[in-house]
């Protein structure tokens, strides 16, 4: 060995080659290591980039034109679209709307956690409440929208269901009343996705440990009082939350306003607006506008949301 | 166009740059459009051949074998021809306009509503002089620019009104109405005799039967340039112009009851049925719509003679006025690779596939023939063609009619009207002042822009 060290040596290299063969290979794979994950990576990437950064960047590009959603030619008009927005008073009236929603949001907060705190306790049946409660936002939305059309059309369940209790003086035109529909959509909404709220704060519940409401009750705290200050307090991010998506979520309704009433009757939201405007009316530009705008009021409000609650941990998003 | 392409690949990656690419040719080809120049397109001469991709709206005649029929019969014609492809489109104008951003939409398509006159030639082969086309073909105006006519229309329809012979008959209504007050009378007889049906269905709920009331503007003063001399009128609801006229109607028949309990539940298809069977009067529809009902009364057991056809209640110097205009016209893809094809299947349509008898409308060819079952109609209305717009102003009524809001052609702008006439919200001259306004505001817009 000590002979043939020398001449295996390379002329010039004062580093015994021997000692450094392992760590190259080492480097090689860490190389390879290092690109590997990132063609794992690549594959999303790319398909994130080309089917939403891709066309976000065109959206932002068309609401600064006139483009009626044909033209070979796209002429620049500025901030003209984003002025009509906030200005033309149909545009400003399914803002209006959303306020029907986002008052629906409340009430269906209220109910989740209403239930959620009742299954927290020992129930009968648990697993079965907590299915039937979930169900509903399991069922397609293009179907909710055809079930509630058949219940509530003149004549329909919901009207034979209240003459059979006496209670003919309560029906009117659920969706052919302006008074009422916005009203009655709104209901809808609240049947759909009240599982969704009632599910996250259950699971939120869950996390309290057993043994604090043993004390609780030991302490003479009845079951008012273990909610308002146990459960609460251990679920305020979580109610939080709901707050946050509430309020994006009354701007964006779509589904069901627009599979019952096609956005008739002044029931038309946000995003209805925005689809008759690009596909119905051919203002491209102008319905671009609104989806940026959409974009922007829940890129806010959840900004704000993380400056008033910074100390929360939220990652349920 | 390839250099905005090679500095995409310099700067995203690979992958992603390809489907850029993709993207950058769809958008890079504007205004080069008809790259393959002047094709022969004379089916006498260039001798129709090779493979063929139809575009069309008619989904039920697709599905009940109407369309193999035709391929049939065009194949006999042109043996040369190879597979032609007919493809149906349920959301027809939606989803023909989305890929009209690409290059490949058929050969032979119908044109969509949105295309305005000045756009046709970015996306559509001229099939020849307009002058010259008249000689032939009827309706060719509405989808013609400077002098070139881009589209030939399949069928012609007049527009008046379906009803239900035996519910008018049986509330002692036998005359046309021939004022909107008498018909509204009408409606009322109608409504005391049979309490629980709709006299009038509006279909609001589905929305695009409603557009179809804009097509009387015209028929009622009887009047070809109607519609050209809204793009100067001020104030067209008013003075008893055509448009005060027509959504005055809209307004009077919903506020005093007349129409469905609650038109948030309507529906089309049901509608046909409840035509059939007597539970609604009368459905404001163009006469494509008697096949459709006739059919529908044959299924539910009753005859087809009970689908009337009647005139909008008005009258100028005793006489009915229909307009009379082609329904799509059918046209041939700039970009096709075989126009020649194309142009065949066009003029073989028109003239030897019997398709607009069979749907009981008028000919596309200037000596057609008039179906049996329309010319009791005809012969009592005279037919109003409306003017094409002057020459340079082809796109001028839409873009009024965009720039105000209005847009007379949407469901929407009538929706609202029925909106207002059932909530009280605004009254009939509130809708009429707040239109002017929006109007007139268009007008200055547009001239001054």
């Known amino acids: ?113 209403y239930f959620a705190t009742i299954l927290s306790f020992r129930v009968r049946l648990k697993n079965l409440w907590k299915g039937i409660l979930f169900f509903p936002y399991l069922i397609n939305g293009v179907a909710i929208g055809l079930i509630f059309l058949n219940f509530i059309r003149p004549g329909g369940g919901l009207d034979s269901a209240l003459l059979a209790v ?69 679920i305020k991010p979580i109610v939080g939350l709901s707050f946050i998506l509430a309020i994006s979520g009354s701007l964006s309704v779509f589904e069901v306003p627009y599979i019952m009433t096609n956005g008739g009757n002044g029931s038309e939201t946000f995003v209805i607006r925005t689809i008759k405007m690009a596909f119905e009316n051919n203002k491209v530009g102008l319905a671009s506008a609104m989806a940026v705008v959409l974009l922007a009021i829940v890129l806010v409000v959840t900004w704000i949301q993380r400056r008033l609650v910074p100390e929360e941990r939220v990652d349920l998003t | ?127 020849g002089e307009l002058s010259e086309m008249q000689t032939q073909y009827r309706w060719v105006e509405p989808e013609s620019f400077e002098g070139l006519s881009y589209g030939i229309p399949v069928v012609g329809n007049v527009m008046g009104a379906v009803y239900n012979v035996e519910v008018f008959e049986s509330a002692g209504v036998t005359d046309f109405a021939t004022t909107p007050e008498e018909f509204l009378s009408d409606l009322e007889a109608v409504k005391a005799a049979h309490p629980d049906i709709a006299p009038l269905y509006t279909n609001y709920k589905d929305g695009w039967p409603l ?12 009047d070809p340039e109607y519609t050209n001399g809204m793009t100067t009128d001020e104030a067209p609801w008013s003075g008893g112009g055509d448009m005060e006229v027509i959504d005055g109607l809209l307004y009077d028949v919903v506020a005093q009851g007349l129409t469905e309990a609650d038109p948030t539940t309507t529906n089309w298809e049901q509608s046909k049925q409840m035509l059939a069977t007597g539970q609604i009067g009368v459905m404001m529809l163009g006469s494509w719509a008697i096949p459709q009902m006739q059919d529908a009364a044959e299924a539910a057991g009753e005859t ?11 009258q100028v110097d005793g006489t009915f006025h229909a307009v009379a205009g082609g329904d799509y016209n059918l046209a041939i893809n700039v970009h096709s690779s075989n126009k020649c094809a194309a142009r065949a299947w066009i003029d073989w349509f028109n003239h030897e596939s019997g398709f607009s008898e069979s749907q009981i409308g008028l000919s596309p060819l200037v000596d057609g023939p008039v179906p049996e079952s329309l010319q009791a109609f005809i012969d009592q209305v005279e037919l109003v063609e409306m003017a094409p717009a002057p020459e340079g102003q082809e796109s001028l009524f839409s873009d009024i009619d965009t720039e105000s809001g209005i ?43």
């Open chain 1, 166 to 234: 006496g209670l003919e003086s309560v029906i009117r035109q659920w969706t052919g009343d302006p008074e009422v529909i916005n009203y009655t959509l709104a209901a809808v909404s609240v049947w759909r996705y009240m599982g969704l709220n009632f599910v996250m704060f259950l699971g939120a519940i869950a996390s309290v440990p057993g043994e604090i409401y043993e004390a609780a009750e030991l302490d003479g705290a009845n079951r008012w009082h273990q909610f308002r200050h146990l459960i609460l307090p251990a």
């Open chain 2, 1 to 127: 166009m390839l250099l905005t392409r090679t500095t995409r690949t310099a700067v995203v990656v690979a992958a992603t740059a390809a489907m850029l690419g993709l993207a950058a040719c769809g958008g890079g080809s504007a205004g080069e459009g008809g790259e393959s120049g002047a094709q022969d397109m004379d089916p006498e001469t260039c001798g129709p051949a090779g493979d063929l991709t139809v575009l069309t709206w008619r989904t039920d005649l697709v599905e009940d074998g109407t369309f193999d029929d035709y391929v049939a019969t065009f194949k006999e014609a042109y043996p040369e021809i190879g597979d032609v492809d007919i493809q149906g489109i349920t959301d027809y104008e939606g989803e023909v306009k989305t890929r009209m951003s690409t290059d490949d939409y058929g050969d032979v398509l119908a044109i969509p509503g949105s295309v305005a006159p000045d756009q046709l030639s970015q996306f559509f082969e001229p099939l």
């Open chain 2, 211 to 222: 557009t179809a009331w804009q097509s009387y503007a015209g028929g009622v003063s009887g």
């Open chain 2, 407 to 449: 847009l007379t052609t949407s469901p929407d702008y009538r929706m609202k009207i029925v909106d207002d006439a059932r909530s009280g919200a605004r009254t009939k001259q509130q809708v009429f002042d707040d239109l002017n306004a929006a109007w007139s505001e268009a007008i200055q817009a547009v001239s001054g822009g």
């Open chain 2, 304 to 314: 087809r003679d009970i689908i009337g056809y009647m005139p909008f209640p008005a």
């Open chain 1, 1 to 113: 060995m000590a002979l043939m060290t020398p001449a295996r040596r390379a002329p010039g290299r004062a580093v015994d080659p021997s000692a450094r063969q392992p760590g190259r290979r080492v480097t090689a794979r860490r190389g390879r290591d290092r690109v590997v994950p990132y063609l794992f990576v690549l594959a999303p990437i790319v398909l994130l980039v080309t089917f939403t950064y891709v066309p976000v960047a065109n959206m932002f590009f068309y609401s600064v034109t006139d483009w009626d959603g044909l033209d070979r030619v796209k002429n620049f008009v500025g901030l003209a679209n984003y002025v009509d927005v906030f200005t033309e008073p149909d545009n400003l009236r399914v803002f209006v709307v959303s306020l029907y929603y986002l008052g629906a949001s409340f009430v269906q907060m209220a109910l989740a956690l």
